[in-house]
């Protein structure tokens, strides 16, 4: 909270040195958002892309399943899990996949890799198989309404 206050002193002091005459809103309590993005910090509204977390699960996938899964998720000694033969439609949508392999894979350590580290291989998957944009946004509350079939 300390460097809340802090932060909220910034636009304050902004105006101050600025000698602009713009009215003191940002005492002013109020609970309508503030059109100024200084004016209080701001809650961070949009996570890292499917593109930008697909990047960091690549190497992840390739330490942790691919030995199983094939380089490309293609299938190998385990079921495929990119392309055609790959049959993720089960798992209804995406926050479904999710779920399912962080807690049973990888096989032989099932549930052992970070929350963070699913979530960028299951990035991977995903827009591996086109089910969604390198530009979509992945949240967790946006995973129950991204499904898993063209
Ligand atoms: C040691 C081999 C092995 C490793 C490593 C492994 N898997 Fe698997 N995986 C399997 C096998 C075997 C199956 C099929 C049986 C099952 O669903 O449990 C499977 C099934 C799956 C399925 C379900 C596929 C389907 O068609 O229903 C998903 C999703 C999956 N794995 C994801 C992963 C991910 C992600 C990783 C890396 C974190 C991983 N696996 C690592 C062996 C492995």
Not at 54 to 64: E, F, I, W
Not at 89 to 116: N, V
Request: aromatic letters at 6%.
């Amino acid at each position: 909270m300390r460097r809340f206050t802090a932060l909220a002193l910034i636009p304050a002091l902004l105006l101050a040195f600025s000698g602009c005459a713009a009215p003191a809103s940002t005492a002013t309590p109020t609970s309508r958002p503030q059109p100024t993005a200084m004016s209080a910090p701001q809650p961070i509204v949009s996570g890292p892309t499917a593109g930008q977390l697909a990047d960091l699960g690549k190497a992840v996938y390739n330490a942790s399943c691919a030995r199983c899964h094939g380089s490309q998720g293609e299938g190998a000694s385990a079921p495929a899990l990119v392309g055609a033969r790959a049959r993720l439609d089960r798992y209804g949508d995406a926050l479904g996949l999710l779920e399912y392999f962080s807690r049973t894979m990888p096989r032989g350590s099932p549930g052992s890799l970070s929350e963070e580290k699913n979530l960028q291989i299951l990035a991977w998957i995903l827009l591996q198989n086109n089910f969604v944009y390198s530009s979509t946004v992945l949240e967790e509350s946006d995973l129950s309404e991204t499904p898993l079939a063209k």
